[in-house]
């Protein structure tokens, strides 16, 4: 009987710590606050206040996917709601940058949604290995379509045929 309530907590353990964010899965997030965070001393990791003050002024500067997670947290003026004590509490307690990010993604899951630019090479990339949104990207990157495309097969054969027209070989 032990062994199988001991078998049962390995399992839960191993379920709950596939189910931890990953950085791939909330990349901005993870970027933003790790980098944020590394700008700060010890002791203004203390102060919620000085975190937030700290993070408004880091967010003036900020651009593209990083503007937009500011404007998510309410970092900018022009944000028109404010999660900021989300990140600045667990960030003054010490809190692993992904329990921060999970934190914010349960307030808001636009915040997970950020992703940065990917800049594909179409002609060294293995186009099976990359994902399905990816490969939507490079179609729409060309202003080209796939109407017809339900699995990633028929995406990859969709850019093959028209990577002849958009992918100029170096000779």
Same mark, same amino acid.
């Given at each position: 009987?032990?062994?199988?309530?001991?078998?049962?907590?390995?399992?839960?353990?191993?379920?709950?710590?596939?189910?931890?964010?990953?950085?791939?899965?909330?990349?901005?997030?993870?970027?933003?606050?790790?980098?944020?965070?590394?700008?700060? @001393?010890?002791?203004?990791?203390?102060?919620?206040?000085?975190?937030?003050?700290?993070?408004?002024?880091?967010?003036? @500067?900020?651009?593209?996917?990083?503007?937009?997670?500011?404007?998510?947290?309410?970092?900018?003026?022009?944000?028109?709601?404010?999660?900021?004590?989300?990140?600045?509490?667990?960030?003054?307690?010490?809190?692993?940058?992904?329990?921060?990010?999970?934190?914010?993604?349960?307030?808001?899951?636009?915040?997970?949604?950020?992703?940065?630019?990917?800049?594909?090479?179409?002609? @060294?990339?293995?186009?099976?290995?990359?994902?399905?949104?990816?490969?939507?990207?490079?179609?729409?990157?060309?202003?080209?379509?796939?109407?017809?495309?339900?699995?990633?097969?028929?995406?990859?054969?969709?850019?093959?045929?028209?990577?002849?027209?958009?992918?100029?070989?170096?000779?």
């Amino acid at each position: 009987m032990n062994k199988l309530i001991f078998c049962g907590l390995v399992l839960a353990c191993l379920a709950v710590s596939s189910l931890a964010l990953k950085a791939a899965d909330c990349e901005v997030c993870f970027a933003v606050v790790e980098k944020f965070a590394a700008g700060l @001393t010890s002791d203004e990791k203390k102060d919620v206040k000085v975190i937030e003050n700290k993070f408004r002024t880091f967010c003036k @500067t900020s651009k593209g996917k990083e503007n937009r997670f500011c404007y998510y947290l309410g970092g900018l003026e022009e944000s028109a709601t404010g999660i900021l004590s989300e990140m600045s509490k667990p960030l003054s307690w010490s809190t692993p940058v992904d329990k921060v990010c999970e934190k914010l993604k349960k307030k808001d899951n636009q915040i997970c949604d950020l992703r940065y630019e990917k800049s594909i090479d179409v002609r @060294t990339v293995d186009l099976k290995k990359l994902k399905v949104r990816d490969l939507k990207k490079i179609l729409s990157d060309w202003d080209e379509t796939c109407e017809d495309c339900i699995e990633k097969g028929d995406f990859i054969k969709r850019i093959e045929v028209l990577k002849p027209k958009y992918v100029k070989q170096d000779l």
